[in-house]
T-cell receptor, first 113, second 114 residues
Framework: AQSVTQLDSHVSVSEGTPVLLRCNYS??????LFWYVQHPNKGLQLLLK??????LVKGINGFEAEFKKSETSFHLTKPSAHMSDAAEYFC???????????FGAGTRLTVKP | DTAVSQTPKYLVTQMGNDKSIKCEQN?????MYWYKQDSKKFLKIMFS???????INETVPNRFSPKSPDKAHLNLHINSLELGDSAVYFC?????????????FGSGTQLSVL
């Protein structure tokens, strides 16, 4: 079965500094991986996705993620945090056979002025 | 046009009551889901239907019963509501291939059981 583990429940950075949100996956197949963001009291929004094309995936709002098969990782990064990035971030893995989409436990990103 | 719409947005009810949440998608997707988000923001899949057929049924109390009258609708009925059912419930849909390989979420239903 597919699963993802988000290694940090909470990450705090200063505005203007880099962001790193870590995600490791477990999958029997070549996975499809996603990052979603949820701002306070809002629904979920897709940031980016990996579906076996380029291993470095660029998303919205300056975020990107790199698929590393050798490390079974799909970490989310951004060079410079903005106050508006404060939100909950979810790493998701998809089972191609039945479209099962499994969420990680989430990482809360706090951005300090 | 809202892609995935769920109603109601807020639901406040007493313990022991029965309630339903409705979900509709106009994206032509084959797969629909119900997720539960608890107070710690953990999103957990409850059910998934593909073309009206149940394909994922996680360890959810049988008080929860999904119903899919057609592939554009997936409703969630909850019997004998309990305090622990209080959460935000999200409906979602997904297609296959290219731009459709992602989840489209409804705006959520905040259920409060008193």
């Amino acid at each position: 079965a597919q699963s993802v583990t988000q290694l940090d429940s909470h990450v705090s950075v200063s505005e203007g500094t880099p962001v790193l949100l870590r995600c490791n996956y477990s999958s029997s197949y070549s996975p499809s991986l996603f990052w979603y963001v949820q701002h306070p009291n809002k629904g979920l929004q897709l940031l980016l996705k990996y579906t076996s094309a380029a291993t470095l995936v660029k998303g919205i709002n300056g975020f990107e993620a790199e698929f590393k098969k050798s490390e079974t990782s799909f970490h989310l990064t951004k060079p410079s945090a903005h106050m508006s990035d404060a939100a909950e971030y979810f790493c998701v893995v998809r089972n191609y056979n039945n479209n099962d989409m499994r969420f990680g436990a989430g990482t809360r990103l706090t951005v300090k002025p | 046009d809202t892609a995935v719409s769920q109603t109601p947005k807020y639901l406040v009810t007493q313990m022991g009551n029965d309630k339903s949440i409705k979900c509709e998608q106009n994206l032509g997707h084959d797969t629909m889901y119900w997720y539960k988000q608890d107070s710690k923001k953990f999103l957990k899949i409850m059910f998934s239907y593909n073309n009206k057929e149940l394909i994922i049924n996680e360890t959810v109390p049988n008080r929860f019963s999904p119903k899919s009258p057609d592939k554009a609708h997936l409703n969630l009925h909850i019997n004998s509501l309990e305090l622990g059912d209080s959460a935000v419930y999200f409906c979602a849909s997904s297609g296959r291939g290219g731009a459709f390989e992602k989840l489209f979420f409804g705006s959520g239903t905040q259920l409060s059981v008193l």
